[in-house]
């Protein structure tokens, strides 16, 4: 199976709702046999009565509880998807269209809730239609009582979750963690000063340039390691044009080849490539800090004005910009195990971070107090706990600021307030008065 393949296929089962539900019918079929087994085993060795053991159930008690069972565990699964997408609606209006696929689409939780519903609902329905007038399976009518029980449990915790769930801390918690799980697997190693990360650049005459042949698309991921070695074997360098995120048209250069690779096939090298709607997380280090800018910014617009969810937007961004600048951002070149360059893949440098997580949410939040200390209160922390070869696009980010706030608060007092930095935005008065009292417009320290 080509790797562009077998991407597509694991993305999509990591995003599918009805996937558990389908094993949860598998699991149904598989303890249906079992607790039948054990039932007849006690039945045949004299260990129950059928007639008084375990819930000692009439026939029409049996039915009248299993048929309770099913329409409970019917309702809850209509009640769960109904739930998601009226969650999927409001999140999409309230924060960002890009959490539905990276945080709410693929929760396990709620997807392993609506599975273990359909599962009761089969059990429940199977132990039902195997009744007869004189039998009562009292074993597995018991069970399937065990089963409904714990369903009404799941459902509670569900709807607990779900309320947890959509809160904007839990959001962009989520999407926090998961943009610092990106990081580590794109930039593995620290950041030492002595090492460059400037592109290193190449012979910018190709022996060959491949273009895209299918349907345009969003890059989502490359095979980097499978790249390297049909460069190595072909005694060569293979160049990726675009970067992860980047959208790609039809006939739009996609690689750049050298040496040797000018002979691989172009099936091979896009089979490398997988394209997509919609950006994800798996190979997108900045696609994290675009989710948490994009909650940022919706929260400051004048429709929602909700400066404290863009704060807490804010200590997630905060929170990544400290890893990216702790990690070495590697140069362009892939290298084989002789130290060869085999494949140029470009990602995204410092300035790019910083850029992305300053520049929108400064000019979309000027008119905030709140969002200006918080910001100030990022780089400020940020330069004393970075390495120095990462202060000056964060000192220049400061000017902006100062600039920014000069050019937006016509009172001084206000312009001095704006200049206290405060990790909580507005969480504080220590030194507020002293710096109102004692600048007239200056930076406060």
Known sequence: MRWNRKYAIESYIRSSLWLVPFFAVLAYMAVNRITYSIGRW???????????????????????????????????????????????????GQYTPRIIATTLLRNNAIRCTVGY??????????????????IVHQFNTFIAALFGLISIVVFLFLIDYA????????????????GIAVIRNVYTEQTVPS?????????????RIVTHAGISGIVLAVDLKGLAVKARQADGVIEFVPQVGDFVATEE???????????????????????GSERTLEQDPTFAFRILVDIAIKALSPAINDPTTAVLALDQLHRLLRQVGLRHLRGEEVRDDKGSPRVIFRTPNWEDFVHLTCTEIRHCGAGSIQIMRRMRSMLENLIQSLPQHRHPELRKQLELLDKEVDSHYALADDRALARIPDPQGLGGSVGVQAAI???????ST
Do not use: C, W
């Not at 009292?437 to 930076?443: A, M």
């Open 42 to 92: 006690f039945l045949h060795n004299g260990l129950i009565d059928e007639k008084t053991a375990f819930l000692g159930l009439s026939m029409a008690g049996a039915r009248s509880m299993l048929e309770t069972i099913i329409t409970l565990n019917l309702s809850f699964v209509v009640f769960t998807f109904g739930s998601l997408l009226v969650a999927i609606q409001v999140a999409g």
């Open 117 to 134: 519903f359909v599962f009761t609902m089969l059990f429940t329905l199977r132990v039902l239609s195997r009744m007869d007038d004189a």
């Open 163 to 178: 309320a947890r769930l959509l809160r904007p801390v839990s959001l962009v918690n989520r999407v926090g963690e998961s």
């Open 195 to 207: 090492r460059p990360e400037k592109p290193s650049g190449h012979d910018p005459s190709p022996d």
């Open 253 to 275: 250069a996609l690689f750049r080849l050298y040496g040797g690779t000018a002979a691989i096939d172009d099936r091979e090298l896009q089979a490398s490539v997988a394209l």
């Open 437 to 443: 009292g004692s600048q007239n417009g200056g930076r």
